[in-house]
C-alpha cells in the first residue's frame, strides 16, 4: 500500500498528516509527500519529513498542479513502485490507527468495489458528520454530502454502504481502478474531480463505498478559504463540467440543467463572506466563462484566483 498526501501552502498539517499515517495499525509501504509549493528549495517541512522513516519520500513540483495534478503525480509514482492500492490524503486530514484496516476491510468485503472511504469528522467539531459519502444526480447536477452536519452519536452508520462516491480527502483506491479508467482528470485543477473520478469508475463496474466504522478528521478549507474568489470560481466552472461529463455524453448548453447549476453558486456567492460581493460574483461569473470558453485546468484566470 502508498498514500498519498498532497501539500500545499499547508506544512504543519502535512507534517501531522505523515506522522498519523506511520502509526497506522496497517503498515503503509510508501507515504509520498506531493509538494505543490512553487519552489523546488527543500526548506523546513522537507528536513522534517526526512526524519520520520525512510518510507516517506518527497516529490516537489514547482508549481502549484492543483489537487488532480498533484494527486496524479504522487499516483504515478506509487503505481511505478508496485503499490495495489493506492490511499488518497489531503494535508489536513488526521487520519486515525485503526482506520485505513478498516477502509480495507470495507474494499474487500463490498462486491465489485474498487473505491472506499470513511466517514468524516470536523476536527473542529469531532461530534459532527462532515461527510459518509456522496450522493450526485446526473438529471439535475445537484451534489450533496451524505450526513453532513449531524450528530454522530445520533447517527447510525452501516459498517459498508454504496454511495455514487467519496471524498476525496480521503480515499482509497485499488490498483485496478487506475488500470481502468486512468488517473483523476487534470481538467479539473481544484474541485469536483473526484466525484469526476468514482462516476467515471462505476461507469467502469467499480462501485465507491463507504466503512460506516472508518472515522477521518477533517479540518477543511486550509488552502483555499471556504468563501474565498477562487474557491468560488472552481465551484463553478467544474460543477457544470461535471454536469456535462455525467450527463450520458449528451450535448451540454445553457439551459434548462446549466442554468440551476449557474443560480446555485451565484446564491452561494452571495451568502459567503470571504473577499468583497463583487469579487465572489465575478469569480462565479469568470468560472462560467471558462466554462462556456473551454478553459479548463489551470489557465491564467485560475492561477491568479489561487493564492
Same mark, same amino acid.
Given at each position: ?94 487520519? $486515525? ?9 470495507? %474494499?474487500?468485503? @463490498?462486491? &465489485? #468495489? +474498487? ?113 474565498? $474568489? ?9 460543477? %457544470?463540467?461535471? @454536469?456535462? &461529463? #455525467? +450527463? ?60
Amino acid at each position: 500500500m502508498a498514500a498519498i498526501v498532497l501539500n500545499f501552502q499547508t506544512p504543519d498539517d502535512t507534517l501531522l498528516a505523515v506522522k498519523a499515517l506511520l502509526a497506522s495499525d496497517r503498515p503503509i509501504d510508501h507515504v509520498i509527500v506531493v509538494n505543490n509549493a512553487p519552489s523546488e528549495t527543500p526548506g523546513a517541512l522537507h528536513r522534517a519529513l526526512a526524519t520520520l522513516s525512510p518510507t516517506v519520500t518527497v516529490l516537489h513540483m514547482g508549481a502549484n498542479l492543483g489537487f488532480s495534478g498533484g494527486m496524479n503525480a504522487g499516483i504515478r509514482v506509487a503505481i511505478g513502485r508496485g503499490a495495489d492500492r493506492i490511499l488518497l490524503v489531503n494535508s489536513d486530514v488526521i487520519v $486515525p490507527p485503526d482506520c485505513v484496516e478498516r477502509l480495507e476491510a470495507a %474494499l474487500d468485503g @463490498a462486491a &465489485r #468495489a +474498487g473505491i472506499t472511504g470513511p466517514t468524516m469528522l470536523a476536527r473542529t467539531d469531532p461530534g459532527r458528520i462532515v461527510s459518509s459519502g456522496i450522493g450526485y444526480s446526473s438529471a439535475i447536477g445537484r451534489m450533496r454530502h451524505h450526513g453532513f452536519g449531524a450528530l454522530l452519536a445520533e447517527t447510525t452508520l452501516p459498517p459498508s454502504s454504496t454511495v455514487d462516491a467519496v471524498s476525496g480527502c480521503v480515499m482509497l483506491v485499488a490498483r485496478e481502478v487506475f488500470e481502468a479508467i486512468g488517473p483523476l482528470d487534470d481538467d479539473y485543477f481544484f474541485s469536483f474531480e473526484d466525484v469526476d473520478f468514482c462516476l467515471r469508475a462505476k461507469q467502469a463496474g467499480f462501485a465507491s463505498v463507504v466503512a460506516g466504522d472508518a472515522f477521518v478528521y477533517h479540518e477543511g478549507n486550509r488552502s483555499i478559504g471556504h468563501d474565498a $474568489p477562487g474557491r468560488l470560481y472552481f465551484a463553478a466552472r467544474n460543477h %457544470l463540467l461535471l @454536469a456535462r &461529463r #455525467a +450527463g450520458n455524453g449528451s450535448v451540454f448548453v445553457f439551459g434548462v440543467r446549466a442554468m440551476p447549476i449557474v443560480a446555485f453558486n451565484v446564491a452561494h456567492a452571495l451568502r459567503a463572506e470571504g473577499g468583497s460581493l463583487p469579487a465572489r460574483l465575478k469569480a462565479v461569473a469568470l468560472g462560467v466563462r471558462d466554462y462556456a470558453l473551454g478553459r479548463f485546468g489551470a489557465g491564467a484566470e485560475a492561477r491568479r484566483l489561487t493564492p
